[in-house]
């Protein structure tokens, strides 16, 4: 036997010695824990007879009488009633109330340069409680596209544009609905045709044209026309006497805000569209030193175009019609040509009642001319031209990114976006160009490919954002990059991509060069668009932003006054904000669920999604007397 195999002998005799003597150790503990606690006075089970002490105590220990509770914690706070916030509906007049809009308080401001009529939004504790009501009667909007030739009466029961402009062909009125036979002031043929016309003198197939303003719309027949060319057109037009007009064109399912060319900025970056459109909108474009041609050359992009139709173009043969002198109209086109010239525009073409500019591609040629033409000057470098929110106007022309003065005059200033469809998802020029720091090129791609996974795993929550045509307008109240829109962009939708102020990235600009729209809004005020505009809400993160700005219950009124009855509204945030929100939508009878991130549950942030409710004021007491008669 080797040495190995002794000592592996030894080494087992003394591991069996030690394991016994193991066991018995454990074994007389268990026995002698079994024997101390089987009785907890172990002299009262031999002893019963006496009335002893420790009788009295075994009693007082008895399993019956054992006390589990706290002694030594603070005393309760006296019980406090919660009552949930409730928000009840306004009157039935307030159908149509548009907060930032109101006639009575447009009556305090200047008359000068229509300011009067420009956005003028209540003080907070002014602001109503309560909540919209839809019109007795209110319908479902048809669906897209038959909704952009017909309208429910019962929506938009305005008749004054019916007559005022029957022999122009806007609407009709039949029975219980309208028709929009697609005409205007200055296309008594159609906007079809007219638009046709348009396309005969500049291209507006080839993708290049993709984003429009109309100033004046009507009721935005030439926006909704050119949405089969896949050209999206922001329609705006005030609040007048032609109260409807934008109305009318929400209920068609065609983009349009309410809104006016006064004494502040249009809320729209610079270089935002291709085209801006003026059918007889009756703006004085020459006078107050051209200022609302300088606005609109802000907000044109390099190389963009302007049209005008109506007043003063082809006042030789329309003269008669228009009821002013032949010297009044000459000098009113004069005054419009001088004022395009000195913003360097090239006139393209004019053509029976059709005038076309071109705004340069940069302002190599323009800066030249300056030597000359002092005025208007250009601005000041340090004043953004993409803020726009309650910011005046000026006269003056808004520069344009430089560009080396040895380069092409046709080099676009800021750079060039790709045709549509590749603009949608190309790289937009200012995030190349780093003009927003902290977004890369990769980091919007990134967030292109996050929001079509985030709007695909949306419609498994919202099945009617899946369903074609369910939706119509759709509103994106933080839009970031327009990401969600873009991801959106087959579907039969319009998303309205509104950039807060308060935001911390100015992106709207990025959002116009991928060929989308938007806006700019402070959500703590009303959005100037009517009730019901919407039939979907996207929020993201919207409540996190507005903390310690504003109450979450006005944001919350605001989204229940523009979202239609049996709309659908998503909201992303803090898991701890969205409860919150969830009990003040039982106020305005939303009904909802939060659910999980789409990565899973364990993100602080959640979805909350919800139907508004369908409801409508009562029906008339002369409707309820006429049912009572029937039955």
Same mark, same amino acid.
């Given at each position: 036997?080797?040495?190995?195999?002794?000592?592996?002998?030894?080494?087992?005799?003394?591991?069996?010695?030690?394991?016994?003597?193991?066991?018995?150790?454990?074994?007389?503990?268990?026995?002698?824990?079994?024997?101390?606690?089987?009785?907890?006075?172990?002299? $009262?089970?031999?002893?019963?007879?006496?009335? $002893?002490?420790?009788?009295?105590?075994?009693?007082?220990?008895?399993?019956?009488?054992?006390?589990?509770?706290?002694?030594?914690?603070?005393?309760?706070?006296?019980?406090?009633?919660?009552?949930?916030?409730?928000?009840?509906?306004?009157?039935?007049?307030?159908?149509?109330?548009?907060?930032?809009?109101?006639?009575?308080?447009?009556?305090?401001?200047?008359?000068?340069?229509?300011?009067?009529?420009?956005?003028?939004?209540?003080?907070?504790?002014?602001?109503?409680?309560?909540?919209?009501?839809?019109?007795?009667?209110?319908?479902?909007?048809?669906?897209?596209?038959?909704?952009?030739?017909?309208a429910w009466f019962a929506n938009?029961?305005?008749?004054?544009?019916?007559?005022?402009?029957?022999?122009?062909?806007?609407?009709?009125?039949?029975?219980?609905?309208?028709?929009?036979?697609?005409?205007?002031?200055?296309?008594?043929?159609?906007?079809?045709?007219?638009?046709?016309?348009?396309?005969?003198?500049?291209?507006?197939?080839?993708?290049?044209?993709?984003?429009?303003?109309?100033?004046?719309?009507?009721?935005?027949?030439?926006?909704?026309?050119?949405?089969?060319?896949?050209?999206?057109?922001?329609?705006?037009?005030?609040?007048?006497?032609?109260?409807?007009?934008?109305?009318?064109?929400?209920?068609?399912?065609?983009?349009?805000?309410?809104?006016?060319?006064?004494?502040?900025?249009?809320?729209?970056?610079?270089?935002?569209?291709?085209?801006?459109?003026?059918?007889?909108?009756?703006?004085?474009?020459?006078?107050?030193?051209?200022?609302?041609?300088?606005?609109?050359?802000?907000?044109?992009?390099?190389?963009?175009?302007?049209?005008?139709?109506?007043?003063?173009?082809?006042?030789?043969?329309?003269?008669?019609?228009?009821?002013?002198?032949?010297?009044?109209?000459?000098?009113?086109?004069?005054?419009?040509?001088?004022?395009?010239?000195?913003?360097?525009?090239?006139?393209?073409?004019?053509?029976?009642?059709?005038?076309?500019?071109?705004?340069?591609?940069?302002?190599?040629?323009?800066?030249?001319?300056?030597?000359?033409?002092?005025?208007?000057?250009?601005?000041?470098?340090?004043?953004?031209?993409?803020?726009?929110?309650?910011?005046?106007?000026?006269?003056?022309?808004?520069?344009?990114?430089?560009?080396?003065?040895?380069?092409?005059?046709?080099?676009?200033?800021?750079?060039?976006?790709?045709?549509?469809?590749?603009?949608?998802?190309?790289?937009?020029?200012?995030?190349?160009?780093?003009?927003l720091k902290e977004i890369t090129?990769? $980091?919007?791609?990134?967030?292109?490919?996050?929001?079509?996974?985030?709007?695909?795993?949306?419609?498994?929550?919202?099945?009617?954002?899946?369903?074609?045509?369910?939706?119509?307008?759709?509103?994106?109240?933080?839009?970031?990059?327009?990401?969600?829109?873009?991801?959106?962009?087959?579907?039969?939708?319009?998303?309205?991509?509104?950039?807060?102020?308060?935001?911390?990235?100015?992106?709207?600009?990025?959002?116009?060069?991928?060929?989308?729209?938007?806006?700019?809004?402070?959500?703590?005020?009303?959005?100037?668009?009517?009730?019901?505009?919407?039939?979907?809400?996207?929020?993201?993160?919207?409540?996190?932003?507005?903390?310690?700005k504003c109450e979450p219950e006005?944001?919350?009124?605001?989204?229940?006054?523009?979202?239609?009855?049996?709309?659908?509204?998503?909201?992303?945030?803090?898991?701890?904000?969205?409860?919150?929100?969830?009990?003040?939508?039982?106020?305005?009878?939303?009904?909802?669920?939060?659910?999980?991130?789409?990565?899973?549950?364990?993100?602080?942030?959640?979805?909350?999604?919800?139907?508004?409710?369908?409801?409508?004021?009562? $029906?008339?007491?002369?409707?309820?007397?006429?049912?009572?008669?029937?039955?």
């Amino acid at each position: 036997m080797n040495l190995f195999t002794r000592i592996s002998s030894r080494d087992k005799k003394s591991n069996l010695y030690y394991l016994t003597l193991v066991a018995i150790l454990c074994v007389g503990s268990y026995l002698l824990g079994i024997w101390q606690n089987s009785t907890v006075n172990p002299r $009262a089970a031999f002893d019963t007879s006496t009335d $002893a002490p420790c009788e009295k105590f075994s009693k007082t220990t008895s399993t019956r009488d054992l006390d589990f509770n706290a002694h030594h914690s603070p005393h309760d706070p006296p019980p406090v009633t919660v009552t949930a916030v409730k928000f009840p509906s306004c009157d039935a007049e307030l159908s149509e109330h548009t907060p930032c809009e109101d006639a009575k308080r447009s009556l305090k401001f200047s008359r000068e340069r229509l300011e009067y009529r420009q956005r003028h939004c209540p003080d907070r504790e002014e602001a109503l409680k309560c909540r919209i009501p839809a019109p007795y009667g209110y319908k479902t909007p048809f669906r897209w596209p038959e909704s952009r030739d017909v309208a429910w009466f019962a929506n938009v029961p305005h008749t004054e544009l019916t007559v005022e402009k029957k022999n122009q062909n806007w609407v009709r009125y039949e029975n219980d609905r309208f028709w929009f036979p697609g005409g205007g002031t200055m296309f008594p043929r159609g906007a079809d045709a007219y638009i046709d016309d348009i396309g005969r003198l500049i291209d507006l197939s080839d993708g290049s044209i993709r984003t429009a303003i109309d100033t004046g719309c009507g009721v935005a027949s030439f926006g909704a026309y050119l949405l089969s060319r896949n050209i999206t057109t922001m329609s705006f037009a005030p609040r007048d006497t032609h109260e409807a007009q934008v109305q009318f064109a929400l209920e068609r399912g065609v983009p349009a805000m309410i809104g006016i060319m006064a004494t502040i900025r249009l809320p729209y970056p610079s270089r935002a569209f291709d085209l801006a459109h003026c059918s007889r909108c009756l703006i004085p474009w020459g006078q107050n030193d051209g200022v609302y041609l300088m606005e609109v050359d802000r907000v044109l992009r390099p190389g963009g175009y302007w049209i005008l139709s109506g007043p003063p173009i082809n006042w030789q043969k329309r003269w008669k019609g228009w009821e002013r002198t032949m010297d009044d109209l000459n000098a009113e086109q004069t005054q419009i040509e001088q004022v395009a010239r000195s913003l360097c525009w090239k006139k393209v073409v004019q053509r029976d009642d059709l005038a076309i500019w071109q705004k340069p591609s940069n302002h190599v040629h323009c800066k030249k001319l300056r030597q000359v033409l002092k005025n208007p000057e250009f601005c000041r470098y340090d004043q953004d031209p993409d803020i726009a929110w309650y910011t005046k106007m000026d006269s003056c022309l808004t520069p344009l990114p430089e560009v080396d003065e040895a380069e092409d005059l046709k080099t676009v200033a800021g750079g060039k976006v790709e045709k549509w469809p590749a603009r949608l998802t190309a790289v937009p020029p200012r995030v190349n160009n780093g003009d927003l720091k902290e977004i890369t090129p990769e $980091a919007f791609l990134e967030d292109t490919e996050l929001w079509k996974q985030r709007v695909s795993y949306y419609k498994k929550l919202d099945y009617q954002l899946g369903e074609t045509g369910r939706y119509r307008n759709l509103l994106d109240m933080n839009a970031y990059l327009g990401a969600f829109a873009a991801a959106l962009a087959n579907d039969p939708v319009w998303v309205m991509n509104v950039v807060p102020v308060e935001a911390k990235h100015n992106t709207l600009g990025v959002i116009y060069e991928r060929g989308l729209i938007g806006t700019y809004q402070n959500w703590c005020e009303a959005m100037s668009t009517y009730p019901r505009t919407y039939d979907f809400i996207h929020a993201d993160s919207v409540f996190t932003l507005y903390q310690d700005k504003c109450e979450p219950e006005d944001i919350l009124l605001e989204i229940d006054r523009i979202l239609r009855p049996g709309g659908g509204v998503i909201i992303r945030d803090d898991v701890d904000i969205l409860i919150k929100v969830k009990g003040l939508t039982k106020g305005l009878q939303w009904q909802g669920r939060i659910a999980d991130h789409e990565k899973g549950p364990h993100e602080r942030v959640k979805i909350y999604y919800a139907v508004k409710q369908y409801w409508t004021v009562p $029906a008339p007491e002369e409707d309820k007397n006429n049912t009572k008669a029937l039955s």
